[in-house]
């Protein structure tokens, strides 16, 4: 009697298939044992791995983030590299998933056998492969993560993009310097607009304010009209505007057409270039905040060669982006490009002059502190406030 | 007061393409006893067209809209043949089946033509913005309530009154009897497919003047549009067209004075509370089969 | 093996026991379901919310998904009573779509978009499986077991009159048998089956939020597995998962990240679909005895 698994034409070619896949994974396990000596033994680059959004939603901050990467590793490798060796970045896609920047994060670690991780973008994807960095031992420097949830993600984890905490209060705090004593809030619906959500809200009640209406929107919503009709009902002093560049350039528009004034106070994210090319006049009046980008020689050397590869003004994640890959590199020289070097590097981090000015790492592995700048929207674009 | 007003006025704006789109649903239920799955999908092809050919093509918005209207109509066509037509005689899942996979591959192709954010389109307001008792109409608002009528008004009458309507009404009922008395019921098929593609696509156009367009945009609107169908009484049109200003203004009061959050939640309700209680709808020819 | 290989085996066994679960749903009883990611959704927060607020062991928050989800699957199979296989089939995708908001927006329960951080390990009979071999072995038992229960089931009386009410409603029901309470069993063993995984899934990730893959686009990724694999046939549900899961895990390791990127997946997937209902109604490995119209 033939066991079942011969029986039948589809457990045939269940079993065909298995077979197969056997074979495929036998040759890459293969492979990867032929190519894989350990990194410091070889005269090759340094590579290091980076898991960004390159395809998927988002896809547009991974474009950019690896624009800015470039920029570092070039500056890296054109002055000498990694004692000798070229750096290289590995540029994984989590496409905006967290089980798939998982696995990417796994395989960088386990089959390119990288000594760093430079970015896991996205809070969720960073805060689910916190942990894997943290068990395999290799250190995790995230550029643009800002959940405050990451502050407590193991001692392998660091990043130099101030926790929304900073944001949320900086903007309450404007607020109560406008007079505002009811304010509203229009929030996009994730762990960005949730997080500045709850530190803006935390901060003006705290101050005194109240805060009359909190409406969400989803994602990929740009149809504000429901929400803006509730904040026109609610008659705020003020509007905290925690959204997106295209949303919050559709969201002002609407906002005109249904007769809400304002004014508007919005996060770094409203620096894209979407709002004044959605909003148009519709944006005259719009403030938001951004990290202080900087100033000085470093700031200004970046954004020139930005200006002339890209012929686009760098965004805060450009540059954080930038210094980033820059500190990474001082970390790979720091003891030679082994991951416990490089973790002591980041554990002492203080006063590094980047282009998004100067930074300092405390004990959890967060940003110490971060200035902000005011800006104001004129005629589609924005300009510095004084 | 005003809120209210607000409140109802964007529900009928909105109604409004549930409605264009919820005509797609009904006409070719009505002809092929079938839910074409991914009727949405298609819709959300000709808002791209749209996109492109007024962006790309750089064509007005009638000249756009036109453009989209007819490729979709020989999109839908084209998506017929190759995708349901062949499965005339195949099993009962076969052809959800296939609306499945044509789901599943224009998503993935708008992705991968035009990349997978939100992209707008700027569509300059014609009217000017009525106010009404503090209710704010905005001007591109009137212009698509004014188009939506006048297509409405054009297809209603059309399947009333001429002699096209009339043939599509014959097979809808009774397609055997009317293959009986001569009429081209196969051809007859592809052309209400095409039309109800240019109908979905003329609401879908509508959706990205006025609010946005993704390569997922298909998903949730086709279900409410699909729900607006169901209220409608599934095979008539008139119902449809009413039923879809109803979910428009029923999700909006909902958001408005339950929570914004879980907007889209709520047409979803109104689709299981009808399917449970009264499938057949509100405004069920008569008729009514089971479903 | 290397930490990648292992995340790559594991979750292919966690989604083969989804695939086994839609195809009970699919295969078997013959309900197109393209909501089957909310179920993966209900195991995974029920891990999450008991183990970490309520102080659950892991299992028995494992077996209160389960039960939560087997609880919601009998009330959509009770919307399935009156309604036909198309109706049904956009009620599924609105059923799928309506716990994909929960999960973003019931901020206080689900932590929304924000998610539920530090997730336990697997823990059973109080031995500890954290992500790795352990927890590989765990899943990929679970799935022999589930397998082998579905197999029986196939063969039993039961499963007969299962198939029976997939293929011919009239004539089931002129037998005697009652379809909707073989649709809504079907249903419900699909559904905690799905819940499982989906447990198993948040311990091994230990961070969950609304974005992690409990809406449409797994629900159809799901249903692809099976329906490629072959309506009907469990060793074809579990090929199609295999698959699925290894091939853009594997093309990554040669190095091509981006071509392992959805939108290609999913053109390839969809026209795949379109023509296998035209040319191969039976899929890759169909057993399935429909009779033509």
Redesign the interface.
């Known amino acids: 009697m033939r066991p079942f698994v011969f029986r039948?034409?589809?457990?045939r070619?269940?079993l065909a298939?298995?077979a197969l896949?056997v074979v495929?994974?036998s040759a890459?396990?293969y492979?990867?044992a032929a190519e894989q000596p350990r990194q410091e033994s070889r005269s090759g680059p340094i590579r290091i791995g980076s898991v960004l959004f390159?395809?998927?939603p988002a896809a547009s901050y991974g474009a950019m983030q690896r624009s800015a990467f470039e920029i570092g590793r070039d500056e890296i490798n054109s002055s000498g590299g990694i004692d000798g060796h070229p750096l290289e970045i590995i540029?994984?896609?989590s496409?905006?998933?967290?089980?798939k920047a998982?696995?990417?994060v796994?395989?960088l670690?386990?089959?390119d056998k990288v000594p760093m991780i430079l970015e896991v973008t996205g809070s969720?994807e960073a805060?689910?492969s916190a942990?894997?960095a943290q068990s395999?031992r290799i250190v995790l420097l995230s550029a643009i993560d800002s959940?405050p949830?990451l502050t407590e993600s193991g001692s392998y984890f660091f990043r130099i993009m101030p926790s929304d905490l900073f944001q949320g209060r900086f903007l309450s705090d404007w607020g109560h310097a406008m007079n505002w004593k009811k304010a509203a809030i229009l929030f996009v619906?994730?762990?960005w607009?949730?997080?500045m959500r709850d530190s803006v809200t935390a901060s003006f009640t705290k101050a005194g304010g109240t805060i009359a209406l909190t409406e969400?929107s989803?994602?990929e919503d740009l149809d504000f009209r429901t929400q803006f009709a509730k904040i026109k009902a609610a008659k705020p002093d003020g509007v905290f505007l925690l959204l997106y560049p295209q949303a919050a350039g559709r969201a002002l528009k609407q906002a005109k057409e249904l007769g809400v004034r304002g004014p508007f106070l919005g996060g770094d994210a409203l620096s894209g270039s979407e709002v004044g090319a959605t909003a148009g006049a519709a944006s005259d009046g719009l403030m938001f905040c951004q990290p202080s980008k900087g100033s000085g020689p470093v700031f200004d050397a970046f954004r020139k060669k930005y200006l002339d590869r890209f012929h686009d003004e760098p965004s805060v994640y450009s540059i954080k982006s930038y210094d980033a890959v820059k500190i990474a590199g001082e970390a790979l020289r720091h003891k030679g490009p082994t991951t416990e070097g490089v973790r002591e590097y980041l554990d002492h981090l203080q006063n590094y002059r980047g282009a998004s000015g100067i930074i300092s790492l405390d004990a959890n592995g967060d940003i110490v502190t971060q200035e902000y700048d005011k800006y104001v929207y004129r005629s589609g674009k924005f300009e510095r406030m004084n | 007061m005003a809120l209210l007003l607000q409140f109802i006025l964007n529900g009928i704006a909105i109604g409004a393409v549930y409605a264009l789109v919820a005509v797609g649903y009904t006409l070719i239920y009505g002809v092929m006893k079938?839910?074409n799955?991914a009727h949405g999908d298609v819709v959300m092809v000709g808002a791209f067209i749209f996109y492109a050919a007024s962006k790309g093509g750089h064509l007005g918005f009638a000249g756009a809209l036109m453009v989209a209207a007819i490729a979709t109509a020989l999109f839908g066509m084209l998506l017929y043949l190759?995708?349901y037509r062949?499965?005339r005689?195949?099993?009962?899942?076969?052809?959800?089946?296939?609306a499945?996979?044509?789901?599943?591959?224009?998503?993935?192709?708008a992705?991968?033509i035009f990349g997978?954010e939100i992209r707008s389109v700027h569509v300059p307001a014609v009217f000017p913005s009525i106010n009404i008792f503090g209710a704010v109409l905005p001007g591109r608002e009137i212009e698509i309530l004014l188009i939506t009528a006048s297509m409405a008004i054009v297809l209603v009458l059309l399947l009333r009154h001429s002699t096209l309507g009339i043939c599509v009404r014959a097979v809808a009922d009774d397609r055997e009897a009317a293959e009986a008395s001569g009429l081209r019921a196969e051809l007859l098929i592809v052309a209400v497919f095409a039309a109800a593609s240019a109908i979905g696509a003329v609401g879908g156009v509508m959706v990205a003047a006025s609010y946005d367009l993704s390569p997922s945009m298909g998903?949730?609107l086709?279900?409410k549009a699909?729900t607006a169908s169901?209220i409608g009484g599934i095979g008539n049109v008139t119902g449809a067209l009413v039923a879809g200003v109803m979910v428009g203004v029923f999700e909006n009061l909902a958001a408005g004075y339950l929570g914004s959050?879980?907007k889209?939640?709520w047409a979803?309700?109104l689709?299981?509370v009808f399917?449970?209680a009264k499938?057949t709808g509100l405004f069920a020819p008569a008729a009514s089969r089971?479903? | 093996?290397?930490?990648?290989?292992?995340?790559?085996i594991t979750?292919a066994g966690i989604f083969v026991l989804v695939a086994i679960g839609l195809h009970v749903v699919v295969g078997l009883a013959?309900v197109?379901s393209?909501g089957q990611a909310a179920f993966l959704g209900i195991g995974a927060y029920a891990t999450a919310i008991l183990t970490l607020r309520a102080g659950l062991a892991p299992f028995t928050a494992l077996l209160a998904g389960c039960a939560v989800a087997s609880i919601l699957a009998a009330l959509l199979s009770?919307?399935a009573i009156?309604?036909?296989?198309?109706?049904l089939?956009?009620?599924t995708?609105?059923?799928g779509?309506?716990f994909r908001?929960?999960f973003?927006?019931w901020?206080t329960l689900t932590g929304?978009?924000?998610?539920i951080?530090g997730i336990g390990p697997f823990e059973i009979f109080g031995k500890q499986f954290p992500d790795g071999h352990g927890l590989l072995i765990v899943v990929w038992l679970a799935v022999i077991v589930v397998a082998a229960a579905v197999v029986c089931l196939e063969r039993s009386p039961f499963g007969r009159a299962l198939i029976a009410v997939r293929d011919d409603e009239t004539l089931a029901r002129s037998l005697g048998r009652t379809p909707f309470a073989y649709r809504a069993s079907a249903m419900v063993c699909g559904a905690l089956v799905t819940s499982v995984a989906g447990s198993v899934?948040a311990h091994k990730?230990?961070?969950?939020?609304s974005?992690?893959?409990f809406g449409?686009e797994t629900s159809?990724l799901v249903?692809?597995m099976v329906?490629l694999g072959?309506?009907g046939?469990l060793?074809?549900a579990?090929?199609g998962a295999?698959?699925l899961v290894?091939l853009p895990?594997?093309l990554?390791?040669?190095g091509f990240?981006?071509a392992?990127?959805?939108?290609?997946?999913?053109?390839?997937?969809?026209?795949?679909?379109?023509a296998?209902?035209?040319y191969r109604?039976r899929g890759?490995?169909?057993?399935?005895r429909?009779?033509?119209?």
């Not at chain 1, 496409?95 to 089980?99: A, D, F, G, I, M």
């Open positions: 039948t034409a589809a457990w070619r269940a298939t298995s896949l495929m994974l890459s396990c492979r990867q390159l395809t998927g540029y994984e896609d496409e905006h998933s967290e089980p998982v696995a990417a796994k395989k670690i386990g089959v969720g805060l689910a942990p894997v395999s959940s949830k619906n994730n762990d607009g949730v997080g969400s989803a994602d | 079938f839910i799955f190759l995708a062949p499965l005689r195949a099993t009962r899942l076969a052809p959800l089946i296939s499945i996979g044509v789901s599943i591959a224009l998503r993935g192709a992705v991968w997978p998903t949730l086709g279900l699909f169901v959050a879980y889209d939640a979803l309700a689709l299981a399917l449970l499938p089971k479903v | 093996m290397d930490i990648h290989l292992l995340d790559v979750t013959g197109l393209v009770l919307t009156r309604v036909r296989d198309d109706y089939l956009i009620l995708l609105g059923f779509e309506c908001l929960v973003q927006n901020e929304g978009t924000r998610g951080a899934l990730l230990s961070y969950i939020d974005n992690t893959g449409f159809l249903f692809a329906v072959g309506r046939s060793p074809g579990v090929s295999t698959a290894f895990e594997m990554r390791r040669v990240p981006e392992t990127a959805a939108y290609l997946r999913q053109i390839i997937i969809g026209v795949v679909l379109i296998l209902s035209s109604p890759v490995f169909g057993t399935l429909f009779e033509p119209r």
